[in-house]
Structures are given as C-alpha cells and as structure tokens.
C-alpha cells in the first residue's frame, strides 16, 4: 500500500525558506509523477508544483515560479519542495502527491493523483 508522509512545515517569517519533504512507501516510484499542492483556509485545494521521474521535467504554478523548487531523489523515493522568499499568501496546509505515469505526462488537476498525504502546516507572518 503506497503511502505519502510529509515534513517540514512551520511557522516562518515573510521572505523567509522552509523545505518540505515527502517520504513515499509502499511501492516502487521509479515512474511516479510527485506533485505538491496547498489549501488555504476557506479555499480549493490548488496544484503547487510537480515532477516527472523523466530528468528535468517539473511543472509550476504562476506564482511560485522563481520562488519554490520541485526535486526528487528516485532511489531514496523521496520528494522535496524548496520554498524561498516566502509570502503570507503561502500559508496553507501542503499535500505531497503521487501517481502512476507510464508516459512521463505531469498533470496538474487534484484528481490525476491517486495518492496523498495526510498535509503538513505552513504558516507565513508578516
């Protein structure tokens, strides 16, 4: 049974960094897609960032780009989100997310990915 646990959320200051990781189990990830994403109180839950196990290929949404960085290490099956010049519009509760991609295909709608952690808190003061 795959299973996606994620760390590294708190509490940090405006223009401050934090990196999230994501420790996935249960199965082989070698052609997993992992993807982040957030929720925000009162609001949908909205794609972050996501990563192919094809070399390079990463996906963002617009206003993270240039601020957060999507990585992963196969062998180790872990899956990381660095996040710089942080806002308070980041605060949310972030979700690692995982799913099968035989042909490298990154999608970035909530429902593609059939497996989730259980989110871990990022709050930004100003």
């Known amino acids: 049974q795959v299973q996606l646990v994620e760390s590294g959320g708190g509490l940090v200051q405006a223009g401050g960094s934090l990196r999230l990781s994501c420790a996935a189990s249960?199965?082989?990830?070698?052609?997993?897609?992992m993807g982040w994403f957030r929720q925000a109180p009162g609001k949908e839950r909205e794609f972050v960032a996501a990563i192919s196990w094809r070399p390079g290929k990463t996906a963002y949404t617009d206003s993270v780009k240039g601020r957060f960085t999507i990585s992963r290490e196969i062998a180790k099956n872990m899956a990381y989100l660095q996040m710089n010049s942080l806002k308070p519009e980041d605060t949310a509760v972030y979700y690692c997310?995982?799913?099968?991609?035989?042909?490298?295909?990154?999608?970035?709608?909530?429902?593609?990915?059939?497996?989730w952690g259980q989110g871990t808190q990022v709050s930004v003061s100003s």
């Open positions: 997310a995982a799913y099968y991609s035989m042909y490298d295909t990154i999608y970035i709608r909530a429902n593609e990915y059939g497996y």
């Open positions: 249960g199965g082989t990830f070698s052609r997993y897609v």
